[in-house]
């Protein structure tokens, strides 16, 4: 319901700009491949999973000799389906904690303004809700407002936060959060990291450091290195991955701000071009709306 709600927008364009570029036409020709081509380019699918997709139905249509415009619909969609597949196993619906031992070690990182606080917000919320013990730990120590802001969402969900003066070591931060999350027995620690891309090496050096000085305390941690991306934003998006799937091993990923985009194309390209799962997705500024990706869900969403 609420993805449905949260991903209005992107469905009415897409699926609006879709029908009016078939409306008419019976079979599948050259140019209602170039329509469809340039309507998921709008939608920000990117140009390389794009071809992908226009090569899939070509096929299709080659083999089956003729492909009607009402059938378009619903290959589309299987092959969207089947592209998200290739990375995204999940069905699930549940904020689960992925391993067996405490505590779960979740590095966050993204470029400010993504709404990397707020997804961290979100998820201590949801982890809380589940049962489990959480502690953030504020290790994005550039800015004080980005340490101001995190406290207040830890202070709003009731968790506690690890934090040092703004400018401190961000390892030495993360350091003091997992002594802090072991001593507790806490099951989830979420560190909020590095949030520049303007010194790429900086920016690797940092999050390497970080992740040395963690296992220092956890032997395998981080778990999870979550990177935070901006579903409204583009081109921006696929810059933003590159950069930091260069610098640090990105395990999954948050697109968030779906609900005010026209262009949730952003998860199917990016989760194709960079091979790593979609794992939350942002519909909303509330402390409700993040979601576990569910890729059927998504789909559908597109295409109801
Ligand atoms: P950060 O600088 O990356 O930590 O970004 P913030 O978490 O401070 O978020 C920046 C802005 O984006 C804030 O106004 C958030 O309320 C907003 N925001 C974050 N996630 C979402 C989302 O999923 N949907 C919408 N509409 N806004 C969001």
Request: proline content about 2%.
């Amino acid at each position: 319901q609420t993805l449905d709600k949260g991903l209005e927008k992107s469905k009415v364009s897409f699926f609006s700009k879709l029908s009016k570029a078939i409306a008419g036409k019976s079979k599948v020709d050259e140019d209602v491949l170039d329509d469809l081509e340039e309507i998921l380019v709008a939608s920000d699918v990117g140009v390389n999973t794009t071809l992908k997709i226009i090569g899939r139905i070509e096929e299709r249509v080659a083999q089956d000799k003729y492909l009607g415009t009402d059938e378009l619909n619903e290959i589309l969609r299987e092959e969207i389906a089947n592209l998200l597949s290739e990375t995204n196993s999940g069905e699930a619906t549940d904020f689960l904690i992925p391993i067996q031992t405490k505590p779960y070690v979740l590095m966050v990182v993204g470029v400010n303004g993504v709404g990397k606080t707020t997804t961290i917000g979100k998820l201590a919320y949801q982890f809380k809700k589940a049962g489990y013990k959480v502690v953030l730990g504020a290790a994005d120590t550039f800015r004080a407002a980005a340490i101001d802001q995190l406290q207040i969402w830890a202070d709003r969900v009731g968790v506690p936060i690890v934090r040092q003066n703004m400018g401190s070591d961000p390892a030495s931060v993360a350091f003091d959060t997992l002594q802090s999350a072991v001593a507790q027995e806490a099951d989830v620690v979420i560190i909020d990291t590095a949030g520049r891309l303007h010194n790429k090496v900086n920016l690797m050096n940092e999050l390497t450091k970080v992740k040395r000085v963690m296992q220092k305390v956890v032997a395998d941690a981080p778990h999870d290195v979550l990177l935070v991306l901006d579903g409204s934003t583009g081109q921006n998006a696929f810059e933003q991955a590159k950069q930091f799937t260069a610098a640090t091993e990105v395990s999954c990923l948050a697109v968030t701000k779906l609900d005010g985009t026209a262009k949730g194309g952003v998860v199917i390209g990016i989760s194709d071009q960079f091979k790593i799962p979609v794992k939350y997705i942002g519909v909303g500024e509330g402390i409700e709306d993040l979601q576990v990706f569910n890729k059927y869900a998504f789909v559908d969403s597109f295409f109801k």
